[in-house]
């Protein structure tokens, strides 16, 4: 079964894709948000830059409800860590658009994925043990 999620992930990247090139060769940015506020600009063009990224959450999510309509609710346990590492990626990115200095955005957007992803893998909490029996503190608000 793992296989056929696998199977469902690469076929949903692949349809992502597509989209999200058919999106961006679609959508006129410079028409479509013409006197909008900078900010709202920014928002939107980093918006339409993710969308395969939108798509690709979006769809695994409909194929994981599918999935456990179809069959046991554990053999989507990857198409749920495929999305939701999907939207954690779309916002950590929409959130620090707003971040001008490209260095920051990168340490900022690794540091933010790292946490989430360890966080929906369930491995947070005996990661920060882990690294706090060597005497590395890391504290998670939240």
């Known amino acids: 079964m793992v296989l056929s999620a696998a199977g469902l992930i690469l076929a949903g990247a692949g349809v992502a894709y597509a989209a999200g090139a058919a999106i961006r060769a679609r959508i006129d940015l410079a028409a479509l948000a013409m006197g909008w506020p900078a900010a709202l600009r920014l928002f939107m063009r980093v918006l339409v830059g993710s969308a395969s990224t939108a798509v690709f959450a979006v769809l695994m999510t409909l194929a994981r409800v599918v999935m456990l309509t179809s069959t046991w609710p554990s053999r989507s346990y990857l198409l749920a860590v495929a999305a939701n590492l999907a939207f954690a990626w779309l916002i950590i990115r929409l959130i620090t658009s707003v971040i001008r200095n490209e260095f920051i955005v990168r340490l900022v957007s690794l540091s933010a994925w790292l946490v989430a992803a ?23 608000c939240g």
Request: net charge negative; proline share 4%; hydrophobic share 50%.
């Open 118 to 140: 360890l966080s929906i893998l369930g491995q947070l909490d005996p990661t920060i043990e882990a690294l706090d029996s060597v005497s590395v503190v890391l504290e998670v």
